[in-house]
């Protein structure tokens, strides 16, 4: 099992940047694929990215693609957002999830098995 502790989030302006950071307990954390979602006010939660066990690899939204940068540190037990040009529909929970099958890049809220509590982003104008 692990536990999934995010911070980073804020109140920015449009075009700004923000680091989200996503801390998990326990000394398996490099067996779990990582993923980051957001929720909006009135929206189903929706991916944004996905990074692999090793870090190697990642996969984002569309709607990210070019912005934002999943990274990992395993030695940390961390993962990473980082979020640039940010807009004011990037406004949002953001909530980071792992994958205890950690063979694939999985888009879908199913196919995480542990959430953290969520951080808030605000983009202001």
């Known amino acids: 099992q692990v536990q999934l502790v995010e911070s980073g989030g804020g109140l920015v302006q449009a075009g700004g940047s923000l680091r989200l950071s996503c801390a998990a307990s326990?000394?398996?954390?490099?067996?779990?694929?990582m993923g980051w979602f957001r929720q909006a006010p009135g929206k189903e939660r929706e991916f944004v990215g996905a990074?692999?066990?090793?870090?190697?690899?990642?996969a984002y939204a569309d709607s990210v693609k070019g912005r934002f940068t999943i990274s990992r540190d395993n030695a940390k037990n961390t993962v990473y957002l980082q979020m640039n040009s940010l807009k004011l529909e990037d406004t949002a929970v953001y909530y980071c999830?792992?994958?205890?099958?950690?063979?694939?890049?999985?888009?879908?809220?199913?196919?995480?098995?542990?959430w953290g509590q969520g951080t808030q982003v605000t983009v202001s104008s």
């Open positions: 999830a792992a994958d205890g099958r950690g063979l694939v890049l999985r888009t879908r809220t199913t196919g995480y098995d542990y």
């Open positions: 326990g000394r398996t954390f490099s067996s779990y694929t």
């Open positions: 990074i692999s066990r090793s870090g190697g690899g990642t």
